[in-house]
């Protein structure tokens, strides 16, 4: 079985950073965007997807260095967790859980901010961040 996800969007936000007994979490909202061409009109439409992404420990650490606009790259898998809101109704959210974030761009190759990882886009091998399960 495979649960794997690799996204190259932009941040939306600065990265919400906070600690745990089990170290550092981040949590990110990347967009991506795909385009087509309406076949009625011929017009170029584009369509953004906002993605939550969550980083633990060293990967979170590494996320807290970058900013809203950067353009990224998040490798990691899909995970959902169940929690209950204030009217005690369950909930659900399914989100990416990043093993490797990189800032790119153009503007300054030399300084990326990586994770543990595999340094080919097209390497399917990736590292635990923190080698931890973290409970919800």
Do not use: C
Not at 30 to 44: L, R
Not at 126 to 134: I, L
């Amino acid at each position: 079985m495979i649960n794997e996800v690799r996204l190259i969007g932009n941040l939306g936000t600065d990265p919400e950073m906070r600690e745990s007994s089990y170290g550092s979490i981040a949590n990110l909202s990347i967009a991506t965007s795909e385009g087509y061409k309406d076949k009625k009109t011929g017009e170029w439409i584009n369509k953004t997807e906002w993605h939550r992404v969550v980083a633990f420990g060293f990967t979170a650490d590494s996320a807290e260095k970058l900013s809203k606009g950067d353009q990224v790259y998040v490798a990691g898998s899909l995970q959902t967790r169940k929690w209950t809101d204030n009217d005690g109704n369950d909930r659900y959210t399914t989100e990416v859980k990043a093993r490797t974030i990189r800032k790119l761009g153009r503007a300054n190759r030399n300084r990326t901010t990586e994770t543990r990882g595999s340094d080919n886009f097209n390497d399917h091998s990736f590292n635990n961040s923190t080698g931890e399960d973290v409970p919800f």
